[in-house]
């Protein structure tokens, strides 16, 4: 309701003016309204209901006397409805409690900023239906949850939207704004495909269809690896090395784009540290969608990685990794590399997660080829993304160093094997020709 004076209707005006020229307490709908005097120059708003009391002072002005009205107004109505057995916030405003959630973290308040950004993209549609329709958390049906889900464009997506919104509802029940049949009401509604949809392949799946139908992979090839950063490095001083260096070590890119050869840079949580003498890269941060904030890396999973010391695809960090450490604190030195980062920005500073794509993998990936139509829409997909070498490792990890499962998960920071399985680990465009060798068939 915020802090500034609520304009009330002429009926209200009138009885609060009446108040003010007697000096006497006005009843308003069953709750009391004091007028300011000589001594005590503010307004005193109270109603009680079973024992509880709701007393509240506020300033002068028939404005914050409306406002005092309409707080108190709605502390009665939560208390008739939680004597009554209702949920005691149901009279809230939809959009009001969709907005706190978010606000909040979720129903744990864990989210990133990152996250939280997102989730406020993902309700902004329900966020417009109860605006518009002007709903409170007791008039949430079945029909609004149904048009909610209309909007979404993908089966996929829906799935997610669907999960979020179960989540959001199950807090609100047991917060107090919902019933249990409310809570229950997103299991009885599915995502429904228009007329003449036909779902997309993923781009993992579409990745394999990019090359020959039968043998293509949805994992990058060493050879494919060292084409994409040999391009990167036309772009950009640090290309080829930060291709690389993500595949070998499975980083993600808020985490890669902080590598610091700074020792109190990283004890002040401003980066990751590449401490080459004991072969491990200390990750304990990542940067966010606003690059001067750094937060716990996803999953809150701080873990020390092992420098690789063979070089798979014929980049070797520990060779490259001395020259850049002195240079980045010789950068440091004298201003223009403040915080020493391994892979600086062409500023000298964190590079921005848009900006690394735009200005060097998506033009360097579209210079190989990878573009790939998306069916159905004007958008194109990239056969592989930065993201994509971190399927590479896995692959490098599990194929070419043995890692077991349990090294993999630490290292990599998944969550579970079959995170592993389903998204990260697959075949390549040369899965057939291995299998070829194996038993004596050129390919």
């Not at 599915?190 to 043998?215: K, V």
């Amino acid at each position: 309701m915020g802090h500034q004076p609520i304009d009330p209707p002429p009926k209200f005006r009138r009885e609060m003016e009446r108040a003010i020229a007697s000096g006497a307490k006005a009843l308003h709908l069953g709750i009391t309204l004091r007028p300011p005097n000589e001594k005590y120059n503010r307004w005193r708003v109270q109603v009680a209901y079973e024992g509880r009391k709701f007393d509240k002072t506020y300033g002068p002005g028939i404005g914050n006397a409306y406002k005092g009205y309409l707080q108190a107004d709605e502390w009665l109505t939560r208390e008739k409805a939680g004597f009554q057995g209702h949920p005691e916030y149901e009279s809230a405003w939809l959009a009001d409690f969709i907005d706190d959630y978010v606000e909040r973290r979720g129903k744990d308040g864990r989210w990133a900023d990152k996250t939280q950004h997102q989730r406020k993209g993902d309700f902004r549609a329900l966020v417009k239906i109860a605006e518009n329709r002007h709903l409170r958390c007791k008039d949430l049906k079945a029909v609004h949850l149904r048009d909610y889900l209309a909007t979404v464009k993908t089966a996929s997506r829906g799935r997610t939207i669907k999960g979020l919104t179960k989540t959001m509802i199950i807090f609100g029940r047991h917060a107090g704004y919902f019933t249990r049949d409310q809570a229950e009401l997103i299991d009885g509604i599915t995502w429904t495909p228009p007329r003449g949809y036909q779902q997309a392949p993923t781009r993992r799946e579409q990745s394999r269809l990019h090359g020959d139908i039968s043998t293509g992979g949805e994992v990058m090839t060493f050879e494919q690896l060292d084409a994409w950063a040999l391009e990167c490095q036309e772009r950009w001083t640090h290309g080829y090395a930060f291709i690389h260096t993500c595949a070998l070590l499975g980083t993600r890119s808020g985490e890669i784009r902080v590598l610091t050869a700074d020792v109190t840079v990283a004890n002040n949580g401003l980066g990751n540290l590449v401490d080459l003498e004991n072969g491990i890269v200390r990750v304990r941060v990542q940067a966010t969608t606003r690059v001067e904030r750094k937060e716990l890396p996803k999953l809150k999973k701080i873990r020390d990685i092992a420098i690789p010391r063979d070089a798979p695809a014929g980049f070797s960090m520990i060779d490259w990794l001395p020259g850049r450490i002195e240079n980045a604190l010789a950068e440091q030195a004298r201003g223009w590399n403040p915080k020493a980062l391994i892979f600086p920005s062409l500023s000298g500073g964190v590079f921005g997660e848009q900006n690394i794509r735009n200005r060097v993998w998506a033009p360097a990936a579209t210079e190989l080829g990878w573009v790939m139509e998306h069916p159905g829409t004007s958008m194109n997909l990239m056969r592989f993304t930065l993201h994509s070498l971190r399927d590479r490792y896995a692959n490098t990890a599990l194929h070419v160093w043995k890692y077991t499962e349990e090294v993999l998960l630490q290292q990599g920071s998944w969550k579970d094997p079959e995170t592993v399985r389903r998204f990260y680990s697959g075949i390549t465009d040369q899965t057939l020709a291995q299998a070829m060798a194996i038993h004596g068939w050129s390919h």
